[in-house]
């Protein structure tokens, strides 16, 4: 089977990816989705906030799944349900596997990796104690308390202070359980300030900061843990010990891009985000191979997931359409030189960890490009910078900026001619 | 003099809003009212709610009485007063009604009292 653009995965990114395809022009779209509906996570994220940027008022997240999911039917996307992909090689042909219809293969003229995040689980937090049952990842815990309908348990401390763990301790003190703490080994939350003030604050929660688990009790079921401050370098304090009794531990200890389809397909991943390294068109080092949401960065807002998606729908598009005009003038050898030529690379500097995307073609970009990254660390009233070689061509004064929010400078297609052979477009963070 | 220091929620900025006021009669003196710290009118509005009718938008699940013990999501189709959100959550604990559903249906007209529909948020066949 052919297909022009192939979408690994129908959360949100590749709903919107899938919509924007087709506006483009490319009607042959085909989503592929491993579980049994589209919406990815959105579907167990029944709280609302979802939708402020894109639809100007507050969804919940089936609501503003079944948004896309509705426009996505409307213009004739198709969609495999129940379908595992099992992998990508890297003259883009994807094996599938499905309860249905076996394994089978597609050849993509384009692909655009959707994948989403996985949370970080038990295994990689190195937490000594027992395995006994009762710690669950939040994520878990979310799709168990509000699509299963089961409360996992009654007493319960929460390890870290993401977004999902700051939004069960409200699910589950709403729907009857006891949330004794959340600990955040960092001196900062990593969850949005709203999730802090009406998941924690509302329900008289407590968040102790610079706090870690470091002992699990219990053999068959969580008894109690052991909570221990940290010092600057992550190392319990002695003496600063306090057991806490509960029979559950939910883990919120961050997210991680999957990518385990795309490095097998040669997909060159950043080290920083874990996910693929992108051009201005969201494409990785493998021509026609774009990457958007959380696979490609963890974001933490979905109408900036959409947003990114749509786009690498549209490059996708571009790609194809592309393709098809060399094609017609037999003109294939030349494709790729052409392609690269005139790429700035995008370097990060003091406070910013990594930008998306990290390198730029002015050719090839809209008169408008968002580049989004994050801090290191919470400063106080930075400006953000934005350099082409030496010469500071933006800058902008922030109250705040910390690691949990993410961050974004627009570049205009307009400036672009002021970089010279050989400089970097660098983002940066000053006064800090 | 009343001081209340409060992280404004009406954009991912989180503004650190300080809301200083009297009361008058164990009522908020409007006239008293000084706002720093917003970058908004927003911050402002946040801030005043906050300390004369704070409320939220509960969200929660229904039993699906023909799915196994599965469960529908749902929502106060706008927000109640935040005083009342443990109630309400209780009180969902205690509905049940039968699949198929679909985003807008009314689960309750009047949710505790509060004039509030609580209406279900996901279609489910």
């Known amino acids: 089977m052919k297909k022009k653009i192939v979408i690994i995965g129908g959360g949100p990114a590749g709903l919107a990816a899938s919509i924007a395809a087709k506006d483009a022009g490319i009607d042959d779209v085909l989503i592929i989705e491993r579980g049994e509906h589209l919406g990815g996570i959105l579907l167990?994220?029944?709280?609302?906030?979802?939708?402020?940027?894109?639809?100007?008022?507050?969804?919940?997240?089936?609501?503003?799944?079944?948004?896309?999911?509705?426009?996505?039917?409307?213009?004739?996307?198709?969609?495999?349900?129940?379908?595992?992909?099992?992998?990508?090689?890297?003259?883009?042909?994807?094996?599938?596997?499905?309860?249905?219809?076996?394994?089978?293969?597609?050849?993509?003229?384009?692909?655009?990796?959707?994948?989403?995040?996985?949370?970080?689980?038990?295994?990689?937090?190195?937490?000594?104690?027992?395995?006994?049952?009762?710690?669950?990842?939040?994520?878990?815990?979310?799709?168990?308390?509000?699509?299963?309908?089961?409360?996992?348990?009654?007493?319960?401390?929460?390890?870290?202070?993401?977004?999902?763990?700051?939004?069960?301790?409200?699910?589950?003190?709403?729907?009857?359980?006891?949330?004794?703490?959340?600990?955040?080994?960092?001196?900062?939350?990593?969850?949005?300030?709203?999730?802090?003030?009406?998941?924690?604050?509302?329900?008289?929660?407590?968040?102790?900061?610079?706090?870690?688990?470091?002992?699990?009790?219990?053999?068959?079921?969580?008894?109690?843990?052991?909570?221990?401050?940290?010092?600057?370098?992550?190392?319990?304090?002695p003496g600063t010990e306090e057991i806490v009794p509960c029979d559950t531990l939910l883990l919120s200890c961050g997210l991680l891009p999957e990518n385990e389809l795309s490095t097998q397909m040669g997909v060159e991943l950043s080290p920083v985000t874990g996910g693929p390294k992108v051009n201005e068109s969201l494409e990785t080092n493998i021509p026609g191979v774009f990457a958007a949401g959380n696979v490609l960065h963890v974001h933490d807002l979905v109408d900036y997931v959409s947003a990114e998606a749509s786009q690498a729908g549209k490059y996708a598009a571009l790609y194809v359409k592309a393709l098809e005009a060399e094609k017609d003038d037999n003109l294939t050898e030349n494709s790729e030189s052409s392609v690269n030529a005139k790429s700035y690379a995008v370097t990060t500097g003091i406070g910013v960890r990594y930008t998306v995307p990290v390198s730029i073609n002015p050719d090839r970009m809209d008169d408008l490009l968002t580049v989004r990254f994050r801090v290191a660390n919470v400063y106080k009233n930075p400006e953000i910078c934005v350099y082409f070689g030496d010469e500071c061509i933006m800058r902008r004064k922030k109250l705040i900026c910390s690691p949990g929010e993410m961050e974004q400078v627009i570049l205009k297609k307009a400036d672009m001619n002021k970089l010279k052979s050989g400089d970097a477009v660098k983002i940066c963070l000053e006064n800090v | 003099m009343e001081s209340r220091t409060l992280t404004c929620i009406g954009c991912p900025m989180g503004c650190q809003v300080t809301i200083n006021y009297d009361y008058i009669n164990d009522t908020v003196d409007m006239d008293s009212i000084t706002v720093t710290g917003n970058t908004c009118p927003r911050g402002r509005e946040y801030a005043i709610s906050e300390i004369t009718n704070p409320t939220r938008t509960v969200t929660g699940t229904i039993t699906l009485s023909n799915r196994d013990g599965r469960v529908a999501p749902v929502k106060t189709k706008s927000p109640i007063p935040k005083s009342k959100v443990s109630m309400v959550a209780e009180a969902l604990m205690t509905i049940s009604m039968e699949a198929p559903v679909k985003i807008g249906d009314v689960v309750i007209n009047d949710i505790c009292d509060t004039g509030v529909e609580v209406v279900v948020t996901n279609n489910i066949e």
């Open chain 1, 44 to 237: 167990q994220c029944i709280h609302n906030g979802f939708g402020l940027h894109t639809f100007k008022e507050e969804l919940t997240g089936p609501e503003y799944a079944a948004r896309y999911i509705e426009i996505a039917r409307e213009k004739n996307v198709e969609a495999y349900l129940n379908t595992m992909v099992i992998d990508i090689s890297r003259d883009k042909v994807v094996t599938c596997m499905s309860a249905d219809k076996g394994i089978f293969t597609i050849e993509a003229e384009s692909i655009i990796l959707t994948m989403g995040c996985r949370e970080r689980p038990r295994g990689a937090l190195n937490t000594p104690g027992y395995r006994p049952a009762g710690i669950y990842s939040a994520g878990t815990a979310q799709k168990f308390v509000n699509i299963e309908g089961k409360l996992p348990g009654k007493e319960v401390v929460i390890l870290g202070s993401g977004d999902i763990g700051l939004i069960m301790a409200r699910r589950m003190t709403l729907e009857g359980a006891k949330v004794k703490a959340v600990a955040e080994i960092m001196p900062y939350s990593g969850g949005l300030k709203r999730n802090i003030v009406q998941c924690l604050d509302d329900f008289g929660i407590p968040l102790k900061l610079s706090t870690t688990v470091i002992d699990i009790s219990g053999k068959d079921r969580v008894e109690s843990v052991t909570l221990a401050q940290v010092d600057e370098k992550s190392r319990p304090i």
